[in-house]
């Protein structure tokens, strides 16, 4: 188990893990977990079938030692993982992991940001999707209100996880206003709006290409009332692109996932709250691991095969994404988290 570095069939190496930690979320938001699939009959995943953090943390150390220094947890809704700041704790504490962070919709953040960052996190994301509790409310579907996003996001700067990014996925005819709510809201505070192109992710959520906004429009739409300069990227495999107000307010970032695809960078592995491995977000078939934490493989056993799942790869779903990619079945973004 000594070599870092193995690299997929086109070349990429293994740099991002992804951790879904909980199938459950507390919002219903109408693009990712509609309320007519997922209501009260829906069968969330029991919690004997949850990775525990020692399976997480042991998991997270073999996806190491093949080269990940970025972590982020996911879901579901992470913070309604009971004791997550237990598992941001372990985690925390292996060294080769850079950049631990955390993808939330914030509902519980005010509260929990102060341990999350005595526990080691470095960074949250928050999605939101609009600044009127209008439109927020139809998208989350739970009446949730923006002003307690707001709270999140502030505290999370409060304790020092700032800046905070904040993602919002730009759907047509729902929220394209609040690309200009959003990006007059947040300049000049340091936090970095990222707007993202609806993806076809799943089944449940009936996705069509009319219902992109694309990259290039959000970017007109910004410049026409506060110009913006585009910036180089911070690392490669980045995916956003950012761009700067040229009074120099502060930055945005646009992830044009649909009409630019990013596949050729793409060094991200995801683990489903179950523990299966998917090498793309638009994969259907997930790699058993907790069958083998769980049946006494060890370590080296592991790690050799999660490098042989690697060294297999050759997803680029985005890239080739066509009427025949769109009835192929996939999973939920709920699942395999965002
Ligand atoms: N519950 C947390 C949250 O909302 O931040 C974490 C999980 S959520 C699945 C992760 C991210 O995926 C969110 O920013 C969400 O907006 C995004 N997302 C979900 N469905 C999407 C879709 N169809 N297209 C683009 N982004 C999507
Ligand atoms: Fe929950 Fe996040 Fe999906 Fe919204 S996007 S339903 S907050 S998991
Ligand atoms: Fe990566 Fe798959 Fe997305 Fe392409 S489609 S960027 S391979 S997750």
């Known amino acids: 188990m000594t070599e870092r570095g193995v690299s997929d069939k086109l070349g990429r190496p293994l740099r991002d893990l992804r951790i879904s930690v909980t199938d459950r979320c507390n919002f219903r938001c109408t693009y990712c977990m509609p309320k007519e699939v997922f209501g009260h009959e829906y069968q969330f995943m029991e919690r004997a079938e949850l990775l525990t953090f020692e399976e997480i943390e042991r998991l997270s150390r073999i996806f190491v030692s093949h080269g990940v220094g970025k972590v982020r947890l996911t879901g579901g809704e992470p913070l309604i993982r009971r004791d997550v700041d237990r598992l941001v704790e372990m985690l925390a504490r292996i060294p ?6 955390i993808t939330t919709n914030a509902s519980l953040l005010a509260s929990k940001a102060q341990r999350l960052k005595e526990a080691g996190l470095r960074r949250v994301t928050v ?4 600044l009127d509790d209008e439109t927020f409310s139809a998208i989350n579907d739970v009446g949730f ?21 904040i993602n919002c996925v730009v759907k047509r005819g ?3 206003h609040a690309v200009l709510d959003l990006a007059h809201h947040f300049r000049g505070t340091g936090h970095i709006v990222r707007f993202i192109e609806y993806m076809d992710v799943g089944t ?25 300069e585009p910036v180089g990227k911070n690392y490669t495999g980045e995916v956003a ?24 960078a793409c060094t991200r592995a ?12 638009f994969a259907s078939i997930g790699h058993d691991l907790r069958a083998l934490l769980r049946n006494g493989t060890s370590d080296e056993e592991i790690h050799d095969e999660i490098g042989r799942i690697w060294g297999r790869r050759d997803d680029r779903y985005s890239e080739i994404r066509s009427s025949q990619t769109e009835s192929l079945p996939r999973v939920e973004m709920s699942y395999i988290g965002g």
């Open 96 to 101: 080769e992991i850079s950049d631990l962070a």
């Open 127 to 130: 999605s939101l999707d609009a």
């Open 145 to 165: 209100p923006v002003a307690r996003v707001l709270e999140g996001i502030e505290e999370a700067a409060q304790v020092g996880l700032g800046p905070v990014k």
């Open 174 to 176: 729902v929220n394209e």
């Open 204 to 228: 449940s959520n009936g996705w069509r290409l009319d219902d992109v906004v694309p990259a290039r429009e959000i970017v007109t739409k910004i410049q026409a009332e506060m110009p913006i």
């Open 241 to 264: 692109e950012r761009y700067r107000y040229a009074d120099g307010s502060g930055e945005i970032g646009i992830i044009a996932s649909v009409t630019q695809p990013f596949c050729q």
């Open 270 to 281: 995801r683990l489903s709250a179950d523990g299966k491995l998917f090498t793309c977000l």
